[in-house]
């Protein structure tokens, strides 16, 4: 009942949760130091390549994507008119004034947005929440009963998408529906928060009913192991952000504070 | 793991009683009752007699002192509830509640990981337990695919999976449609005979589970136990205190309606396809990446014609798409295909499409009631969300009051005028979301399982009702799973799954 089904087939699924977590840090760590086109250029390039292996169908992976898209450029863009100028001044009208100093800077945030999103999304919507909940609880030792009842509630979004269009078709059942809208907005949103509760308490009494929160050592039906190939996907990340940082270092475009 | 896992528990509750945190008067209190190892007990009672909070108890999820205080002592198998978890199982009402994870296998394996249970052996039971209750689909089938019945039996295989000594059951069919019904009683009893186990069910139902129990207990409704012993003894009611109490009783008679002549049509369906519309901008996205198409109808489509003293019951499976239908013919989704036509009698001067109405114009002419009453509650008073409909059609104060106050002592919530809705029992919910619909006194009633968690009295109360109703001259059109209430209001059955008119 989770929003978007996750993609179970290609060599991404079958990687633990938490090496895509861990992946998708490392790179974008590494990309949010700087911001000049030469290190989130050839992260980008490289991730492409990987991608071409990675067995996902390109409709998926543009249909999924679609959002990086649409939201790179559109980052790009605000920095051209909006960011700030150095260089030769092109244009200058209000508040836009675009520069030699703002084009760039607008190309390497387009670049950035891609160059973070792309890995990011297409980790991410491989991920099964049971098997990330595992991968959270038993790897990095977070607390089972945080993560396990993060989990359940997460079912409950999809309740909530149908509660709220039950209140709506009701509100116009009463006659009410046209008449002040912010009111009814609000009125509206505290009936959804009160049936979140019910449902919220109900949930929890059906999972203390089968023993959550039973005192004693909880053990797991599903084992979440970190293997080999967890390990090379950390290695692969690791290798893509060092080259990106190297070249844009080489090139002299770097630009961290610390670098 | 607890000790004497598997083996059935016995119950031991000396003058107890519980109250909520923040409530003057106690839930539950001064029950005796001893229960032997391996017995079935029905417990029954009228509606606010305690009988959940019992169940709450004796499956040690009450809480603690923040939430509540409690009263006299309550062991099972010789140990506090709170501190035998595992020993108790409990199974609730709403089928959709129960379901924790995204797999039939890791929900079953759920409570045997609280418990410690060692891997190997978990997988063991999560397969025996699914066997024990007959679901057979793959371990890692989607949880959201399974019907109500099926989702009540996982539920009842993760409680299995624990190996409790004591099964207690609130209600757990009071959701499902006959179908289901069987297929839990079934579950249940196969499940017992193969582990034994004590068993206490809460149901207001009394035919599905009474050859099934071994005792009947029934409680009070001012506390205490009201009457105890075999099912025959207790049932036959020599005194009528259950009748009075609003148990459901076997052989208790349904009243039947007298013929309702019938008027002019108040609303055709012609090949009427419906189906939850794409309305949202996300939705339509999501279903553009999903391949399929915008709006997908659910069921055959429909040809009928409802006229002024009608009735009619939309019947079929759950999730066949009765709701649905009933929200089509209210108005409040459009048609997929087909025609739905407000005859001019209905319509009274507004276009012949119901969908494209007003929402005030829907006041008078289509009055419909959801499943769920908290969806349809607007107001912080029952007064208040009873002269809801009424003050948006402007009309004057007095006829407003006058309204209200007949429908408040009509529906005996008098009482309960300057109460929270939120805050009313199951049966007052229901009663008060039918009140608010008849307040503007539509020619077309439309109900959404209007029975539903109703004891034998309030029950009496709706039929009672809604068949006045129809010799007034309105129209009512039901979706319901209640067999008794489609004959005591003498409505014609619409199977929504096969689409056929049967009379």
């Not at chain 2, 009474?210 to 001012?222: C, S």
């Amino acid at each position: 009942m989770t929003l978007v089904q996750p993609l179970r087939t290609g060599p991404l699924a079958t990687l633990n949760p938490v090496a895509k977590l861990g992946a998708s840090v490392i790179v974008t760590v590494a990309l949010l130091l700087s911001i000049d086109p030469v290190s989130a250029g050839v992260a980008l390039i490289l991730e492409l390549v990987l991608l071409a292996f990675a067995g996902i169908p390109v409709r998926t992976i543009l249909a999924r994507t679609a959002p990086v898209w649409i939201a790179a450029p559109l980052a790009g863009l605000t920095t051209v008119l909006y960011g700030q100028v150095s260089g030769t001044v092109y244009v200058q009208w209000w508040a836009v004034e675009i520069s030699q100093g703002s084009i760039g800077l607008g190309a390497a945030t387009a670049l950035r947005v891609l160059a973070i999103g792309l890995p990011a999304v297409l980790l991410f919507v491989t991920i099964d929440p049971t098997d990330l909940a595992d991968g959270l609880a038993q790897l990095l030792r977070l607390p089972a009963r945080f993560v396990i009842g993060g989990l359940a509630g997460l079912r409950l979004v999809g309740l909530f998408a149908e509660d709220w269009r039950a209140l709506t078709l009701a509100r116009r059942a009463r006659g009410v529906a046209e008449s002040g809208a912010i009111r009814r907005f609000l009125g509206q949103s505290f009936a959804l928060f009160v049936l979140s509760l019910r449902r919220g308490t109900k949930l929890a009494t059906a999972m203390e009913a089968r023993g959550f929160g039973a005192p004693g050592q909880r053990t797991w039906a599903r084992p979440s192991v970190f293997r080999a190939r967890d390990w090379a996907a950390l290695g692969v990340a690791l290798a893509v952000a060092a080259a990106a940082v190297t070249a844009a270092v080489a090139a002299g475009s770097w630009n961290a504070p610390l670098g | 793991m607890s000790t004497g896992e598997g083996a059935p528990a016995a119950v031991r509750v000396a003058d107890w009683g519980w109250r909520y945190e923040g409530r003057s008067a106690w839930a539950v209190r001064g029950v005796d009752l001893c229960i032997e190892p391996g017995e079935r007990v029905l417990l029954l009672g009228a509606s606010g007699a305690g009988k959940s909070t019992l169940l709450a108890g004796l499956a040690g999820v009450l809480g603690g002192d923040d939430d509540g205080e409690s009263a006299g002592s309550l062991t099972v198998a010789g140990r506090p509830p709170a501190q035998a978890r595992g020993t108790a199982g409990l199974l609730l009402q709403d089928p959709d509640a129960q379901v924790i994870l995204a797999r039939v296998g890791d929900d079953v394996a759920f409570a045997g990981e609280n418990l410690g249970v060692p891997r190997d052996e978990l997988w063991m039971r999560v397969r025996r337990s699914l066997a024990e209750v007959g679901l057979d689909v793959p371990l890692d089938h989607p949880t959201a695919q399974l019907s109500g019945g099926q989702k009540q039996r996982l539920a009842l295989a993760g409680l299995l999976a624990m190996r409790p000594g004591l099964l207690l059951l609130d209600e757990p069919t009071a959701n499902l449609d006959p179908e289901g019904v069987l297929e839990v009683r079934d579950a249940v009893r196969a499940a017992l005979e193969a582990t034994g186990a004590t068993l206490v069910v809460v149901e207001h139902r009394v035919a599905v589970w009474r050859d099934l129990v071994t005792r009947v207990v029934v409680l009070g409704a001012d506390g205490g136990v009201l009457a105890d012993g075999a099912p025959d003894a207790v049932l036959a009611d020599a005194d009528g205190e259950l009748g009075r109490a609003g148990v459901w009783l076997p052989g208790t008679p349904v009243p039947e309606t007298s013929v309702v002549p019938e008027g002019m049509p108040l609303l055709t369906a012609h090949s009427l396809a419906f189906g939850r519309a794409a309305t949202t901008r996300s939705r339509r996205r999501r279903r553009a990446r999903a391949g399929a198409a915008t709006a997908v109808p659910v069921g055959h489509p429909v040809d009928l014609e409802v006229r002024a003293g009608s009735a009619f019951a939309l019947t079929g499976r759950n999730g066949s798409g009765k709701s649905t239908l009933a929200l089509t013919l209210g108005g409040l989704l459009p048609a997929l295909g087909g025609e739905l036509i407000a005859e001019p009698l209905l319509a009274d001067g507004a276009s012949s499409d119901p969908a494209s109405w007003r929402s005030r114009e829907l006041l008078t002419r289509i009055g419909s009631v959801f499943q769920n009453p908290e969806h349809q509650f607007i107001a912080g008073t029952v007064r208040d969300e009873l002269a809801a409909g009424p003050r948006a059609l402007h009309l004057p104060t007095t006829e407003v009051d006058e309204r209200v106050d007949e429908l408040l002592d009509r529906l005996a919530l008098t009482d309960a005028a300057a109460a929270n809705p939120f805050t009313l029992s199951g049966g007052q919910k229901r009663r008060l979301s039918v009140a608010t619909a008849l307040a503007t006194r539509p020619r077309l009633l439309v109900l959404d399982e209007p029975t539903f968690g109703q004891d034998a009295r309030t029950w009496q109360e709706l039929v009672r009702m809604i068949a006045s109703l129809r010799h007034e001259g309105h129209a009512i059109v039901a979706a319901t799973h209640d067999a008794e209430f489609v004959r005591a209001v003498g409505a014609a059955s619409l199977r929504v799954d096969v689409a056929e008119v049967t009379a």
